[in-house]
């Protein structure tokens, strides 16, 4: 299944690390691109790129004007990430039972009404309040069955040797 | 099992929301509490605490000096979060098996050799760069096996009905 995710309302001053956690946690959970709404911020691009140079993959981020344009013109379904949505037991299978591309939602500060009507699903990672960076990894873990561990990610410079006690990380030469 | 979790060299201004955001998670995925080094920060307690008198539980965050002091009196099992970790597939059946209480050590920048040595065990979540607040939420989702989405936290002022399309928050009126 393909994943594309989209972050609303992106402010740097405030929201830079933040979003750039939500974006290598997109990656490292299987999320292929992500878009991001709000404020343009190529400081959040250069982190994630450096990250993707560096670690491989092919994930991209790029920068939406309009977050309604991405989700009335997304050709697959739509997940919007809410506390206040249906549990994401309960709804990780429908998702999981369709094949077509799909769009997660992560929120920013008063998400609109909107949001919630043009999603397909609006789900609930624990139904409390924690952080968009944990609900989106936590869903993608349930989504993917845990997949993300044997994830190949292609051209890595550097690669982590699983280790009980040290840093081990393989630097590829080419 | 009792979890606590240790948050390593929190500052203020640079870290306040995604301490805030690692608080939050550690106390929507099952853990009872919290200690955080580094610099002491009245206001991340105060975001805290106030999720916890909205939302219930008795999830405490606590200031630490010493995060040595705190991992070698600790009277239980320590496991510390590092991408250069053992994978937590195979890590968490072997934390799992244990009854202690369970330190959860999350890094900040430079972690000491120290810490890796005196955990118990070194585990990584998918072994990519992303982020302490997703690995925390994946790995307690992973070790309690998904539990977080029934648990009940007493007391709660505020409480979400799931729902497909809206936004419904039951008020406690006592």
């Known amino acids: 299944m393909r994943i594309t995710v989209l972050r609303l309302g992106h402010r740097p001053a405030r929201d830079k690390r933040l979003s750039t956690h939500l974006m290598l946690a ?6 292929s691109d992500a878009f991001y709404c709000g404020t343009m911020d190529p400081g959040l691009e250069d982190s994630v790129n450096r990250v993707v140079r ?10 939406a004007a309009s977050w309604r344009r991405v989700m009335s013109e997304w050709g697959g379904r739509i997940v ?13 299978p429908m998702v999981r039972a369709e094949d077509d591309p799909l769009l997660v939602v992560v929120g920013g500060p ?22 968009e ?5 936590v869903f993608l873990h349930m989504l993917l069955e ?11 410079r550097l ?3 699983p280790s009980a006690r040290g840093k081990d990380v393989a630097v590829s030469k080419d």
């Open 146 to 156: 845990g997949s993300e561990q044997a994830s190949e990610f292609t051209g890595a």
């Open 26 to 31: 997109a990656r490292a959970f299987g999320a």
């Open 54 to 63: 560096d670690w491989g993959g092919g994930f991209k981020v790029v920068y």
């Open 133 to 137: 960076v944990s609900a989106l990894a």
């Open 110 to 131: 008063k998400v609109p009404r909107e949001v919630y009507d043009m999603a397909d699903w609006n789900v609930s990672v624990t139904g409390q309040p924690h952080s």
């Open 80 to 92: 919007h990430l809410t506390m206040y949505g249906l549990p994401a037991q309960e709804a990780v």
């Open 159 to 161: 690669r982590i040797v």
